[in-house]
């Protein structure tokens, strides 16, 4: 915990409620949290403070918002280098079919992961802490 | 015929021996009719269907062998001896073979006669019996014919498709339809069914035929024919039991379930939509929940208030979810018991905005309604007119800016009573109001951020329109306004 491989993380959620909770709850695990409420604001926030890591929310001005911002970061430098996942409560048990595992998907999903919401902290962390960037295109 | 009395004939130019052979009959209780000569023996045997008929052989005028040939050739049932005191062999051949029963050497006794007689009268009734027999056999093959022809018309015409294999797999039976939803261009009785039928039938068929006894229950499988729906077919396979106890084949029935099909992935689709939308309201409240309870982050008084009244907004706007989902079901069901009664709109218009006063002044709107004089009374569910406008007058609410306006007209037009509800509010983008009244979608921007709502509203609106038959528009301009209008049929039952 005192040697923080991701320091500073991007919350993009339009529940304001959720942003709130989770960066409450990440910051009390010792991260800075950088916030914003819509995919545009989004990728801003990202650009200007360059966090260690993205977590997303999926469905915000549109169904795919979270899939487009996780793409347009991953298409910048900075973006290739770091974790991005992303958080939703559309899941199989909910009847929306997508994982981000398979590796076809992986091909059109540039994210690192699919966050089941509510997010579960330690996971969150754990998924984190477990980054490894080789692994990644 | 034992009621009515037995015909005989009796041709014979010997007068003494035809008027005794006349009373002899008599007296047994035949009715007797005669013939001096060979000629009138010919007409009146020819005149009517005698049961039997005695021919002398030898007559002056006409020979006996051919009045046998004449009556015979009109009445082949008579039943005719021929009596003669110079028997050949000869002549008794050649009348055997002329149609006559029997031969009746001259002179004869009355017993002789008699035993004769009777003789030739059961022949009579077992060839008017198998007569009958074999015109009722003729008659229910042709019923059998036309109802069999009946029956292939009625399989033929129905949309399923029947298809029937026998016990050793090949096809015996199919209509139309069932090559139709098989996609078999070709197929003739007698084909093995192994070659032509979908796998999955074929399984079911081996399954009926491996067991054991005879299972008398129908089998079905669905196979989607062409992708995502767009064609499924349910095959039904019933075993047929032969009367020897073994199973004689099995009848296939096809019937195309893509309809059915479709209506069951919207309805799923429907409650992945309600689990989701039900999902993140109670995140958002177990997420406070879980911050308060949690030692490691500091909050104070004033922060643990707002939280715990943001959950109370997040559990009221379950609240309203849930509300508008079960007014969704009512409306199905509606449909079949809903209380119609005269309704006037005005009346509806006016009481929904006292309803709505409270937001109405919050943020300072003005409301200006226009209602056209003597505007038609319409049948409908008050409940469900009301919560129409309630819904679209909430909306010209929420989206509307601070001391907006709305306009509210109702007016008829041609057989309906159009009723428009215009706001001056921030509008939608073309792509957003096309959506606009799907299910849980709410048209989501900088401008809406705050607003909160089920994204059922329309929806309910929609549903509420459609059920009586009327038609619900938007126009809208991005931060500009929108107009709702809906058009009521008024002469709805």
Request: glycine content about 6%.
């Amino acid at each position: 915990m005192i040697e923080k491989k991701f320091k500073k993380i991007l919350l993009v959620d339009d529940d304001i409620d959720l942003l709130e909770q989770n960066k409450l709850l990440l910051e009390s695990r010792g991260f800075t949290i950088v916030t914003a409420e819509s995919g545009e604001d989004g990728f801003k926030v990202f650009q200007k403070e360059k966090p260690d890591a993205a977590i997303i929310d999926l469905i915000m001005e549109q169904m795919d918002s979270g899939f487009v911002l996780s793409y347009k970061i991953k298409k910048t430098e900075h973006g290739k280098k770091i974790p991005v996942f992303i958080l939703t409560s559309a899941t199989y048990e909910t009847g929306f079919k997508f994982s981000a595992s398979s590796a076809e998907e992986k091909e059109w999903i540039k994210c690192d992961g699919i966050l089941n919401k509510p997010v579960v902290v330690e996971e969150l962390i754990a998924k984190l802490e477990n980054y490894n960037p080789v692994a990644c295109k | 015929m034992n009621e009515k009395k037995i015909n005989i004939l009796i041709v014979d130019d010997e007068n003494g021996l035809r008027l005794g052979a006349q009373r002899l009959l008599q007296d047994e209780g035949y009715e007797v009719e005669t013939a001096e000569n060979g000629e009138t023996g010919i007409n009146l045997g020819t005149s009517k269907n005698f049961d039997v008929a005695v021919i002398d052989l030898k007559m002056p005028d006409v020979d006996g062998l051919d009045v046998l040939k004449e009556i015979k050739s009109k009445y082949p049932n008579t039943i005719c001896f021929i009596a003669t005191a110079f028997a050949s062999y000869d002549t008794a051949i050649q009348s055997t073979r002329l149609g006559a029963f029997g031969y009746i050497p001259k002179p004869f006794t009355p017993e002789e006669l008699i035993y004769q007689i009777e003789l030739g009268v059961k022949q009579r009734e077992l060839i008017i019996e198998s007569d009958r027999l074999k015109k009722e056999r003729e008659e229910n093959l042709l019923e059998i014919a036309y109802e069999k022809s009946r029956l292939n018309t009625i399989i033929k015409s129905i949309s399923d498709g029947v298809l029937v294999i026998n016990r050793v797999g090949e096809v015996v039976y199919f209509n139309y339809a069932a090559l139709k939803f098989l996609n078999i261009c070709e197929l003739k009785i007698g084909d093995a069914a192994i070659l032509k039928l979908p796998e999955k039938i074929l399984n079911l068929i081996t399954k009926i035929f491996a067991a054991e006894t005879i299972l008398l229950k129908t089998f079905t499988t669905q196979i989607e024919l062409l992708p995502n729906n767009e064609l499924v077919i349910e095959a039904a396979c019933t075993p047929v039991p032969h009367p020897d106890g073994n199973i004689a084949g099995v009848v296939i029935v096809i019937s195309n379930i893509t309809q059915f099909k479709q209506i069951e992935q919207i309805k799923s689709q429907f409650v992945s939509m309600v689990a989701h939308e039900l999902k993140t309201p109670l995140a958002a409240v177990q997420g406070f929940l879980n911050i308060m309870l949690d030692d490691t982050i500091p909050l104070d008084k004033e922060k643990e208030k707002d939280y715990l009244a943001r959950s109370v907004i997040r559990l009221n706007g379950l609240k309203d979810l849930v509300n508008d989902l079960l007014d969704i079901s009512k409306i199905e069901l509606k449909a079949k018991q809903r209380e119609i009664e005269e309704i006037h709109i005005q009346d509806i218009i006016h009481n929904t905005i006292q309803l709505l006063e409270l937001e109405l002044k919050k943020k300072n709107i003005s409301i200006d309604t226009t209602i056209e004089q003597d505007l038609p009374i319409i049948k409908a569910d008050q409940n469900e007119i009301t919560r129409m406008i309630t819904n679209l007058l909430s909306n010209a609410i929420k989206y509307n800016k601070e001391n907006g306006k709305i306009f509210i007209d109702a007016l008829t037009k041609k057989n309906y009573v159009s009723i428009r509800i215009k706001d001056t509010g921030i509008g939608m983008k073309p792509e957003e109001t096309s959506e606009l009244f799907n299910e849980f979608y709410r048209a989501k921007n900088e401008k809406t951020r705050g607003i909160s709502g089920t994204g059922l509203g329309l929806t309910i609106v929609k549903r509420i329109v459609d059920s009586y038959h009327g038609k619900v528009e938007v126009e809208s301009e991005y931060n500009n306004g929108t107009t709702f209008i809906i058009n009521l049929p008024i002469n709805n039952n």
